[in-house]
Structures are given as structure tokens and as C-alpha cells.
């Protein structure tokens, strides 16, 4: 059974930071793609991020192109978001999500893991 556990969200002022974490249960993380989504109140859920299996840059959703930043830790079976110069429409529900078929994907169909989400608010 694969688990997937959120953390680091919050609330900040808009153009501050936060480190979203999402650790991950099972011995074979390290070949699972890894993705962020993310939830608006009365929105449907959006890609934000995926990481590259191949140890790219990863792919961005545009709203977040410059701004955020996915990694991971195989050691820790952990993949996080770093969230800088957070604006107000950063405000959601954001999910991590696994995929052991479609590296990068940005299809959250194509995802067969996910995390109970962790809210992130930003103030204006």
C-alpha cells in the first residue's frame, strides 16, 4: 500500500515563501514520477509541477514558471514544492501525486497515488 503524506502549508503574506513536503511509503519511490496539484475553492484541480525520473528541471504549470520548484529526496521518499514570491491566487488545496507509468505527465489521470493535500492561503 502506497502512502502519501503532505505538510508545509499555511498561511503567508503574498511574496513570501513556503516548502511544501510530501513523504512517501514503499521501497520503490525512487521509480515513481511525482507530481503537485493543486485545488481553488469552487475550481477544478490543476497541475502545478512533475518531476523528471531523468533528473531534469521538472515541468511547471505557467502561472508558477519561475516561481516554484520541485525536487526530491529518494533517500527520505520525499518530493517537495518550494513556493516563492507567492501571489494571493496561489491560494488552494495543494496535492502530491505519484505516477508509476507517465514521467512528467501533467494529466492527473495518469496519476495513481495521492495525498490528502495540505491548504495553502496567501494574504494580500
Known amino acids: 500500500q502506497v502512502q502519501l503524506v503532505e505538510s508545509g502549508g499555511g498561511l503567508v503574506q503574498a511574496g513570501g515563501s513556503l516548502r511544501l513536503s510530501c513523504v512517501v511509503s514503499?521501497?520503490?519511490?525512487?521509480?515513481?514520477?511525482m507530481g503537485w496539484f493543486r485545488q481553488a475553492p469552487g475550481k477544478e484541480r490543476k497541475f502545478v509541477a512533475a518531476?523528471?525520473?531523468?533528473?531534469?528541471?521538472?515541468y511547471y504549470a505557467d502561472s508558477v514558471k519561475g516561481r516554484f520548484t520541485i525536487s526530491r529526496d529518494n533517500a527520505k521518499n520525499t518530493v517537495y514544492l518550494q513556493m516563492n514570491s507567492l501571489k494571493p491566487e496561489d491560494t488552494a488545496v495543494y496535492y502530491c501525486?505519484?505516477?508509476?507509468?507517465?514521467?512528467?505527465?501533467?494529466?492527473?489521470?495518469?496519476?495513481?497515488?495521492w495525498g490528502q493535500g495540505t491548504q495553502v492561503t496567501v494574504s494580500s
Open positions: 518531476d523528471s525520473l531523468s533528473g531534469g528541471s521538472g
Open positions: 514503499g521501497r520503490t519511490f525512487s521509480s515513481y514520477a
Open positions: 501525486a505519484g505516477s508509476r507509468t507517465v514521467p512528467g505527465t501533467q494529466r492527473d489521470y495518469e496519476y495513481q497515488y
